[in-house]
């Protein structure tokens, strides 16, 4: 009996520390309520905010994050709406919302606008993010860096923390919206070799066709190789929601897009991984015409403005005739392959696909970047202007499709896949590497997987680290910068 009592105590104690191979995230795509005054504008979503805790919690959520913007509204004055952290009356905000992680014993990761006194006649405002543990204490501030016609408020320093790790045994990473598009502090992030996960908070807009939310976050996430909790400002008329769970391979636990506001809490469990997934094999041969997946979002009044001036990229057009054929497409010397495969029953005849690039200088507020891009683009017609439109569907199926080429990276150059479909969504069924071994060039490579069907876009985008010295180009990132007349926060 002895022996029989030692093992099942030795199998107690097993299962008792048996490894954590997964957390439940929550991330809350939100469209904020309005009080008749600033004040009473952050109480109403506070406590909406408390709601969707308890929705998280009852579902045994680790974490929730909640988006950009969504204790404020998107205001251009900070003014009213800035929180003084080192209050610490029961009343304040920072004090509900640290009760709400205690009660709840959640991690909550929230952005709201904060105030800094400086001196008696300066203060200083910057969009924050506070990670609150399951005590209910603030265990990072992050201050976003990269603003977008922010301009009341101050860039977050360059060199802050931004990495928290959890008691469930997950190192985090956290920025904030436009924050994505940037070295600093998005891949910055990943000198912290144990960094697995990102939060993020973020009220992006989007633009047709290479800078819609989902597409942006599968991108960062597939070319890193990690997991992406991203929760978005939920305003579709004004180009405002996306959010979702992703995964290391692209693939989503959960999305949601709308084509009215509205505020959902989306809850999945994830998988930990012990480090970023490798994306330098790019194996010989995939897998692909499989059925496509049958998931439709109803988009139809999700407001999505164009950005894309056609007459600085090279354009050759796809012969729809043709069920198999490989084109090559070069801007200056910069020149990308693509392999298409057409579903023969599924081509419509007035059908137009062309493949573009682009290699040149683009500005963002004011400052100079060199970005390299590669895509397939559906267009409405035969002008080159008309590609990268918003189309409600091509009727036309793609068996499979490649992107691929020995692109140059001499100046770093990071690549991420781009792909939207008719109803905004990306695609997840797709191949993704990049092998950067060579200093001036990498290999990138993206393969769809399954058949994929009214395919807008689908290619790379590459971000260089270091701004460029001058102007000789411009592209779509300029006119962001300066076509958009209001107030536009990414």
């Known amino acids: 009996m002895k022996g029989v009592s030692a093992v099942l105590f030795a199998l107690f104690l097993a299962i008792q520390h048996k490894p954590i191979l997964a957390y439940k995230a929550a991330v809350l795509e939100y469209y904020p309520e309005t009080g008749e005054s600033p004040q009473a504008t952050i109480k109403k979503n506070i406590e909406a905010y408390s709601t969707y805790a ?22 251009s004055d900070p003014t009213d709406y800035a929180v ?9 905000v920072l004090t509900k919302l640290s009760n709400m992680a205690l009660e709840r014993q959640i991690y909550m990761v929230v952005n709201l606008l904060e105030k800094e006194q400086e001196s008696k006649t300066a203060t200083k405002y910057y969009n924050t993010d506070l990670v609150l543990d399951k005590n209910g204490a603030v265990i990072l501030k992050y201050r976003k860096i990269n603003l977008f016609q922010e301009d009341m408020l101050t860039p977050g320093d360059a060199n802050q923390t931004q990495t928290f790790t959890t008691t469930f045994g997950v190192t985090f990473g956290i920025f904030t919206g436009y924050d994505i598009l940037f070295d600093n502090p998005s891949r910055k992030v990943f000198k912290s070799s144990d960094v697995t996960d990102i939060v993020y908070p973020s009220a992006w807009t989007s633009f047709m066709p290479f800078l819609t939310s989902l597409s942006t976050q599968q991108g960062y996430t597939t070319a890193n190789g990690i997991n992406l909790l991203a929760a978005s400002y939920g305003k579709p008329k004004e180009g405002h929601g996306g959010s979702g769970i992703f995964l290391p391979n692209g693939k989503a636990a959960e999305l949601y897009i709308a084509d009215s506001a509205s505020s959902k809490v989306v809850i999945q469990e994830v998988t930990k991984i012990s480090s970023r997934e490798e994306k330098s094999v790019c194996s010989g041969r995939t897998p692909f015409g499989l059925p496509g997946d049958l998931n439709k979002s109803n988009v139809t009044n999700y407001k999505t403005n164009k950005i894309f001036d056609s007459s600085r990229y090279k354009f050759e057009k796809v012969d729809m005739s043709l069920n198999n054929s490989t084109l090559e497409v070069c801007h200056c010397d910069f020149c990308c392959t693509f392999d298409i495969i057409l579903s023969e029953s599924f081509v419509h005849s007035s059908a137009i696909y062309k493949v573009a690039a682009f290699d040149g200088i683009v500005e963002i507020d004011d400052t100079n970047h060199h970005v390299r891009i590669c895509s397939l683009l559906a267009c409405e017609n035969d002008s080159n202007d008309s590609c990268g439109n918003r189309l409600e569907s091509t009727n036309t199926k793609f068996t499979k499709l490649t992107v691929k080429g020995n692109l140059k990276r001499e100046d770093k150059t990071f690549y991420v896949p781009i792909t939207v479909d008719a109803f905004l969504l990306p695609i997840q069924q797709t191949k993704f590497c990049n092998n950067h071994n060579e200093t001036n060039s990498a290999y990138v490579e993206l393969t769809t997987l399954q058949a994929q069907a009214d395919v807008l876009v689908f290619g790379l985008l590459g971000k260089t680290v270091s701004a460029a010295s001058s102007v000789h180009a411009l592209g779509f990132f300029v006119l962001v910068a300066f076509t958009i007349l209001k107030l536009v926060v990414f």
């Open 54 to 75: 308890d929705k998280a919690k009852s579902q045994s959520a680790d974490i929730l994050v909640f988006p950009e913007y969504g204790l404020t509204t998107i205001v």
């Open 84 to 92: 003084d952290l080192t209050d610490d009356k029961t009343d304040s």
